[in-house]
Every structure is written in C-alpha cells, then in structure tokens.
C-alpha cells in the first residue's frame, strides 16, 4: 500500500461523499439510541450526521463538565454530541488528519454554539495524526475522558496511540471507544488492500493483541461494553476475508495505577444511588456489570476502583476496605482452587 495515511485521507475524504458509500457495515452504527442521545443528535446540523463514519455510540455516561478528546473525529458527530453533555463549562476537542472532514466539522461550530444556547463555543478541531499526539500541544493528565469511533483500526501504530492515550489522561479517567476487532491475525497482502483498510476491515486488530497492546501501555483490566458482529455483503470483500470474522466491540479502559491483572476479592459491596441520565434505574458499566438503583451488589476490587477512583464516584455508596484478601473473586474464572476447576485436575499425587 502506498503511504498509509494518504490512502486513508484519500478514502475519507474522497472516495466517501456520505455514509451510504461505504461497503460494509464496519463503519455503520446500529440506530437504537437512548431518548437523551436522540434529542442530543436532532440538534446536530445535517452536513455533519451524513458524513459520519462511525462503528458505535462512543458517548459514556456522566460527562457534566468533563475535558474530552476525540480521536479521529471526523466529521465530528461525536463531539458535537459530547459537547451537548459536558455542558458549556465543559471541554470537547476533535483531533483528525482529513482536510475534507476538517471543513465539514469547523465549519459548523458556530451553528452548533448558537443551537446549544451557548456564549461561546465549547469545542474545537485540529489536524494531526493520533500517533503524534505530542505534536499537537495536548498537555499529559489533562483530559477525562477520550473517545474515539471506528479510527484506531484505521492507524498503523496502535501501541503508540494506546500509549499517548494513557499520558493524555487524567488519574481516574477512561478511553471509551468502539472498534473492529477479528478472530485472528491478518497478514501483510490484505492489510495492505486499500479498500479493505478503508473500511475498517483489514486494520483491525486480532483481540488477544488489542489487549496485550492495552495492558502495556497501562490500561489493566479492559472492559467489554458491547459487542455487535459485522456482516459484509460485498461479494469481493466476502471473498478476500473467507475465514475471518469481524466484530464491532466498544471497550472502556480505566487509567487507576493500582487495577490488578486479575479480579481480586477483599469483600467489598457498592450501591448505585441512581441519577445518571438515561441509567436512572441502573446503571451498566460493562456487559457484566449492571447495577440496579437500591441494591448492594458485591464486587471485586477492580470494580470497586473503577467506580470509587473516578468520575462515577458520587453516584455510588461503597462498602468495606482493603484490609482483608479473600483470593479471586468468584466467577472470574481464574481461580485454579475453584471446585470446576478442580474437578478437571488429575487425582494423582502432586511431585511436590
């Protein structure tokens, strides 16, 4: 493939005139959007909605006043959503490297600052390449949260974008963020297709590299949100792609220096105390974490961080210490003294 970020500027910016040219579902949304997110997106400007490219709902929950960063922002759906959420006291800021987005994006924050009844504008856009992140001026420990939707599949150095990720995070604060990922590793010849990368297809990481690729870089503990498959219809991708399934997953990793490799049990509870927009009643923090509002729910120490040690805090009470370790957590599935897990030991003597 010729230089890897002109074939992807030139796909973006014009190849696609709208959503409608892509080839696949990759880079497509499902549109079964909470209510607030819908009113949210009715005031986005049309220009904006038809050129965005993205593979999930990358908006978290209890952004009021937060600092944001969008990776790959594009048209910038997402950060005019996230502007609306955050709050005029908030912070939105759209990195992208596609002139032909940049316009699209740029040219409507005026419109935006005076449909969401602000003074002035909350967000901006600037040009660049994730990988070079430090190029930008983006200070370390800054910012909240960090989203970013269909993108990092899109860029050749994913350690380094996971690792400036990390450093432009404050403590206590997430990437929350939807890509594609595939059931094994894809080599050089489809890689370099352009076609196939463009649609978000043959960039895509093998999972189990994503998450050694996040745990180096300092995100212990990666959380699966959702996961949707993606379908091809295309009958030459179809073709090309034999053999490797695609999925669209959104993942939230945590910046908390003490998350441990493993779910660790010290007896602890929390109770979700309600109040979160659209998860009044409950609140999901991942796809086997959901906290109904009233009810004390045990949870490992990892969870117990993830809730107390950042912006979640104040919608939780939480219970117990550190004091006492009580081994793995029950049904992390990494406990060897498990009696499932016994029962598939041999009843010969050990060596020892």
């Known amino acids: ?48 909605m038809s050129k965005y490219y993205g593979c999930g709902l990358t908006i978290p929950t209890a952004m009021d006043a937060m600092k944001v960063l969008d990776l790959g922002s594009g048209s910038g759906r997402d950060c005019y959503l996230a502007a609306q959420l955050v709050g005029e006291n908030g912070e939105v800021v759209g990195v992208d490297m596609t002139d032909e987005q940049l316009e699209v994006s740029n040219r409507h924050i005026d419109y935006h600052t005076e449909k969401f009844g602000y003074k002035s504008s909350n967000t901006s856009f600037l040009k660049g390449y994730l990988e070079e992140l430090d190029d930008l001026g983006l200070k370390d420990d800054y910012f909240d949260i960090i989203i970013s939707n269909c993108v990092i599949n899109l860029v050749k150095d994913k350690q380094k974008v996971l690792n400036s990720t990390f450093n432009k995070l404050k403590n206590g604060g997430e990437m929350y963020f939807s890509d594609v990922y595939v059931n094994k590793r894809i080599p050089k010849e489809l890689v370099d297709d352009p076609v196939l990368y463009g649609e978000c297809l043959s960039g895509s990481l093998y999972i189990n590299d994503f998450l050694s690729m996040a745990k180096k870089a300092g995100f212990q503990d990666p959380r699966v949100v959702e996961t949707a498959p993606i ?122």
């Open 1 to 48: 493939m010729k230089n890897l970020h002109e074939s992807v500027q030139n796909y973006y910016g014009k190849e696609l005139s709208k959503s409608e040219d892509l080839k696949t579902n990759a880079c497509c949304t499902v549109k079964n959007y909470p209510s607030y997110i819908k009113t949210a997106m009715g005031k986005i400007h049309d220009e904006v």
């Open 231 to 352: 379908t091809i219809s295309n009958k030459s991708i179809q073709d090309k792609l034999e053999g490797y399934e695609f999925l669209s997953i959104t993942y939230r990793l945590f910046k908390i220096e003490e998350l441990e490799d493993n779910c660790e049990d010290f007896g602890q509870a929390v109770m979700y105390k309600g109040g979160i927009e659209g998860m009044e009643k409950s609140f999901i923090l991942d796809d086997h974490h959901i906290f109904e509002e009233g009810k004390v729910e045990a949870v490992c120490g990892n969870t117990y961080r993830m809730l107390n040690d950042t912006r979640l805090l104040e919608y939780f009470n939480f219970y117990g210490d550190w004091s006492k370790h009580y081994g793995v957590f029950e049904g992390c599935g990494n406990n060897i003294f498990s009696s499932e897990s016994k029962s598939k030991v041999s009843t010969d003597e050990g060596c020892c």
